[in-house]
């Protein structure tokens, strides 16, 4: 599927996302496979005689070296070193495997190819798209468990939208960048509001499960108020692409269904 005619066509967005099975994280009909083949895919149109297999495009350093080369734009880069200590690379290890106990359907999403750097500072953490498949993790990440797993999900969330973008953008060129989140950031770009509004519903789907317990739960409403002024900002936005608007859709209904159960045990509790 070219990406000229997904940036266009609603029916070509939709056999694309009938492909994949709606969006990374929230669709438990989502094909990560089909998803990471097509994003090779694309990666080796834009090199073609970069690397001689698919697979190796998949690779975060060599997916690197062919943005660096072929992106339209350029980063200097986030200060940061490989991320090597053991005992944080435990800490990492066990907390995906804490996630992916709880939520079994998310396995596959946390066994691809990443790299994790440490970053100085008081940072949390990041993603860039034009660094794939790497996330910068910074020493406060690792404070306690709880928020070492809503980084690991918040980050994991970006690198696999960001997949979704590789094959489309999600806004039209010459969209503004005047959308402030939520949390008070300004300055965002459609891509930006709907990249954090998808990091909001994957880590509100994670702590509001019915095992919880109470502060996961009080963070995961928080999430979803944040979700909400998220598909608020994005809604009927005509710079969305059409693949844009199907992830916007994803969003909003997601919303609508942590609204509705919260309504539900407001109801039952009453």
Same mark, same amino acid.
Request: aromatic share 8%; net charge negative; hydrophobic share 40%.
């Given at each position: 599927?070219?990406?000229?005619?997904?940036?266009?066509?609603?029916?070509?967005?939709?056999?694309?996302?009938?492909?994949?099975?709606?969006?990374?994280?929230?669709?438990?009909?989502?094909?990560?496979?089909?998803?990471?083949?097509?994003?090779?895919?694309?990666?080796?149109?834009?090199?073609?005689? *970069? %690397?001689?297999? #698919?697979? /190796?495009?998949?690779?975060?350093?060599?997916? &690197?070296? +062919?943005?660096?080369?072929?992106?339209?734009?350029?980063?200097?880069?986030?200060?940061?070193?490989?991320?090597?200590?053991?005992?944080?690379?435990?800490?990492?290890?066990?907390?995906?495997?804490?996630?992916?106990?709880?939520?079994?359907?998310?396995?596959?999403?946390?066994?691809?190819?990443?790299?994790?750097?440490?970053?100085?500072?008081?940072?949390?953490?990041?993603?860039?798209?034009?660094?794939?498949?790497?996330?910068?993790?910074?020493?406060?990440?690792? *404070? %306690?468990?709880? #928020?070492? /797993?809503?980084?690991?999900?918040?980050?994991? &969330?970006? +690198?696999?939208?960001?997949?979704?973008?590789?094959?489309?953008?999600?806004?039209?060129?010459?969209?503004?960048?005047?959308?402030?989140?939520?949390?008070?950031?300004?300055?965002?770009?459609?891509?930006?509001?709907?990249?954090?509004?998808?990091?909001?519903?994957?880590?509100?789907?994670?702590?509001?499960?019915?095992?919880?317990?109470?502060?996961?739960?009080?963070?995961?409403?928080?999430?979803?108020?944040?979700?909400?002024?998220?598909?608020?900002?994005?809604?009927?936005?005509?710079? #969305?692409?059409?693949?844009?608007?199907?992830?916007?859709?994803?969003?909003?209904?997601?919303?609508?269904?942590?609204?509705?159960?919260?309504?539900?045990?407001?109801?039952?509790?009453?």
């Amino acid at each position: 599927m070219a990406a000229d005619s997904l940036m266009t066509s609603p029916t070509r967005a939709m056999e694309l996302w009938q492909a994949l099975g709606g969006t990374p994280f929230l669709a438990d009909t989502f094909q990560p496979r089909t998803l990471l083949s097509l994003a090779a895919a694309a990666r080796r149109r834009v090199d073609p005689s *970069a %690397y001689p297999t #698919l697979a /190796e495009y998949l690779d975060p350093a060599k997916a &690197a070296d +062919v943005f660096r080369k072929n992106a339209r734009c350029r980063t200097e880069g986030i200060e940061s070193v490989p991320l090597e200590d053991p005992e944080l690379l435990r800490q990492i290890t066990e907390a995906t495997e804490r996630i992916t106990a709880r939520v079994p359907q998310w396995t596959p999403l946390f066994q691809i190819p990443i790299r994790y750097r440490h970053m100085p500072g008081s940072h949390i953490s990041c993603t860039t798209a034009l660094i794939p498949q790497t996330i910068f993790l910074g020493t406060p990440a690792f *404070a %306690y468990d709880r #928020l070492l /797993e809503e980084t690991l999900i918040h980050e994991h &969330a970006h +690198v696999w939208l960001t997949f979704v973008s590789e094959l489309c953008d999600l806004q039209v060129d010459g969209s503004p960048t005047q959308f402030t989140l939520p949390s008070g950031t300004s300055g965002k770009s459609l891509r930006g509001v709907l990249l954090a509004g998808h990091f909001a519903a994957v880590a509100a789907r994670y702590f509001l499960r019915s095992d919880t317990d109470a502060d996961s739960h009080q963070r995961g409403t928080e999430l979803v108020g944040y979700l909400g002024g998220c598909v608020t900002t994005a809604a009927d936005r005509l710079e #969305l692409t059409p693949v844009g608007r199907l992830v916007q859709a994803d969003l909003a209904a997601a919303w609508e269904l942590h609204t509705r159960s919260a309504l539900a045990k407001e109801t039952a509790a009453s």
